[in-house]
């Protein structure tokens, strides 16, 4: 193939690399012996150096061997960004078990499947969370819920007093500072973390390798229940490295880790990347755009991975004259464009050129990146190190000429290697082209003649809000729960802020209609769905368009709505 990407590729690096042959584990295990009085994670001013990371993650990686944790078993984690993320992260790779990251949105009726798909029967998250896990696990068929549930509190990780830049936002609050009682839970038990760092006897041996499941986390889909993304740990590896390369990182970075941790840019691009380079990581539990301006000031952050909706958050500040950007060199990110406008701003006033990235669960982050030197804007950037990515006719997977528009296909070591018990949804993400496997983005795009890709639209039906991808099938599939709705389907409208938001057309049932308000059925939702996932707008109407064959016609609904429909406000 040709491949005129490579005259912008930056010199300083090979095409393709070989990564570690080891497990993830050993990274933080390296970096604890190389830097071990370091700083690994800055939270609310409260400093966790390298070796206590690694001292905490093996003691908890102990515990979960005496809960009977075994190589391959699957441990749910679900929690914001905090330090004991972190540590347990690495305590259950460290147990020779897999990491189940789940969204900390997710409400009970949800995370019933991210208990029994991956046959978990242990979990750890926070105390604002347990009681929900909880109710989930306690749903469920004896025998198929939780037996354990290690659960911690934000005060575990950091000074409840803690005053000055690193202060708490004032609506932050009630959230951190609670100290939730343990659950109550069928079938097994809670613990506490404290009592969970408390293990009797050591960490099991280390056995496992590149070859082995890793992580397993859970993406959506045009049909069903979300599916789990079997990652080995060389997966992660390469792109944890790879990262690392592209954006020149060194022991001496200091990160903004404002992007969630259970999403896999977060995960591998932000978290593994940073551990591998012994970097510096500054947390944050989610995002507040001034509390992110004080701590790139204090903390002197040079780089920040994020999504654009957070630059232009933080840019429209009052207080923005207050803090100081200049430590920064580099910055970037994805999961929606950066509008022009602001990339402009950010290079004129700060020198920065916002480094755009493209990837899926699937392909562990990056398929590909803007080379930092020569960035595009609005631009998914070139492919990846060790990464070859084309653009094919959908149906005849013949590949289109520069500048024709068809599906990304993807081939490289950051490829997963299929859906967790779903080999019929495995077999169909893959394509054989050119003699080998190529993964099937659903993702339409062209190359420039430079070697440039460029989004232009889904084969897939999702919804990009503020970055966060919503399925309508797994919206749908949750509203049908409600005892009024007759039929639903879900669609985007336009958003003046977060670009898209969701939108459901709705068919109430005969007893029901003038009874149930657009008010209520959103309550509802809120109730039962992640937030950002909720609609934020419901139409009712008397019938759904309907093909011969009997199928809602989404795609009429969602041609009506964005010839007419209203804006979804901020």
């Not at 242990?122 to 819920?145: C, F």
């Not at 575990?156 to 000055?164: E, K, L, N, P, S």
């Not at 464009?337 to 755009?356: D, H, I, K, N, S």
Request: with cysteine; aromatic share 8%.
């Amino acid at each position: 193939m040709q491949r005129p990407h490579y005259k912008f590729w930056p010199k300083r690096l090979p095409h393709s690399m070989t990564p570690p042959a080891t497990s993830l584990w050993d990274n933080l295990a390296i970096s604890a012996r190389r830097y071990p009085d370091k700083s690994a994670i800055v939270f609310f001013g409260t400093r966790y150096s390298y070796a206590q990371v690694m001292q905490q993650a093996e003691r908890l990686a102990a515990r979960l061997f005496e809960l009977g944790v075994r190589r391959g078993d699957r441990v749910v984690l679900c929690m914001q960004n905090c330090p004991q993320l972190l540590v347990a992260h690495f305590a259950i790779l460290r147990a020779n078990a897999v990491v189940v990251p789940v969204n900390p949105m997710n409400r009970a009726e949800e995370l019933k499947h991210y208990i029994t798909d991956p046959d978990a029967k242990v979990a750890i998250t926070t105390g604002d969370l347990a009681p929900e896990l909880a109710k989930a696990s306690d749903a469920l068929p004896a025998g198929a819920g939780l037996q354990h549930l290690v659960v911690t509190q934000f005060t575990d990780a950091f000074d409840a007093q803690v005053t000055g830049v690193n202060a708490l936002p004032p609506a932050w609050h009630d959230w951190l500072l609670t100290r939730h009682p343990l659950p109550p839970l069928a079938g097994g038990r809670a613990l506490a973390w404290s009592e969970a760092l408390q293990a009797a006897q050591a960490a099991p041996a280390l056995d496992v390798g590149p070859d082995d499941l890793a992580v397993l986390p859970y993406t959506s889909g045009t049909t069903g229940l979300p599916k789990g993304c079997m990652h080995m740990h060389s997966s992660l590896m390469h792109n944890a490295v790879a990262s690392a390369a592209w954006g020149n990182a060194t022991a001496e970075n200091v990160t903004l880790l404002a992007v969630p941790m259970f999403h896999i840019t977060g995960m591998v691009s932000v978290m593994h990347s940073s551990i591998y380079s012994g970097a510096t990581l500054v947390m944050m539990p989610r995002w507040d755009r001034d509390l992110a301006g004080r701590l790139i000031s204090a903390w002197k952050v040079t780089t920040w991975t994020n999504i654009p909706t957070m630059v232009i958050d933080l840019l429209g500040s009052p207080d923005f004259d207050k803090y100081d950007l200049s430590s920064l060199v580099h910055i970037g990110g994805g999961g929606a464009a950066m509008p022009q406008a602001v990339a402009q701003r950010l290079f004129e006033q700060f020198g920065l050129r916002y480094v755009e990235g493209y990837g899926l669960t699937e392909t562990a982050a990056p398929s590909h990146s803007n080379p930092p030197d020569a960035p595009k804007q609005q631009c998914l950037g070139i492919p990846f190190m060790s990464t070859d990515a084309r653009v094919v006719d959908p149906d005849t997977l013949r590949e289109m000429p520069v500048g024709g528009q068809g599906e990304i296909i993807i081939r490289g070591p950051e490829v997963f290697k299929g859906y967790w018990k779903r080999p019929d949804a495995t077999a169909a993400a893959f394509v054989e082209f050119e003699g080998r496997s190529f993964f099937r983005s659903g993702d339409l795009g062209y190359m420039d003649e430079e070697g440039y890709f460029f989004l232009t639209d889904r084969l897939k039906r999702m919804i990009n809000a503020s970055g966060f991808k919503v399925w309508p099938a797994e919206v749908e599939a949750l509203m049908f729960r409600h005892p009024a709705i007759q039929e639903a389907c879900v669609i985007s409208a336009r958003d003046s802020y977060r670009g898209e938001t969701v939108k459901a057309v709705v068919v109430l049932r005969a007893a029901y209609r003038g009874k149930v308000s657009e008010a209520e059925l959103v309550a509802w939702c809120r109730d039962n769905m992640a937030v950002y996932k909720v609609p934020r707008i419901v139409e009712f109407v008397d019938a759904l368009p309907k093909s011969g064959s009997g199928k809602v016609m989404w795609r009429s609904l969602q041609e009506a709505e964005n010839q007419g429909g209203r804006d979804g406000g901020g």
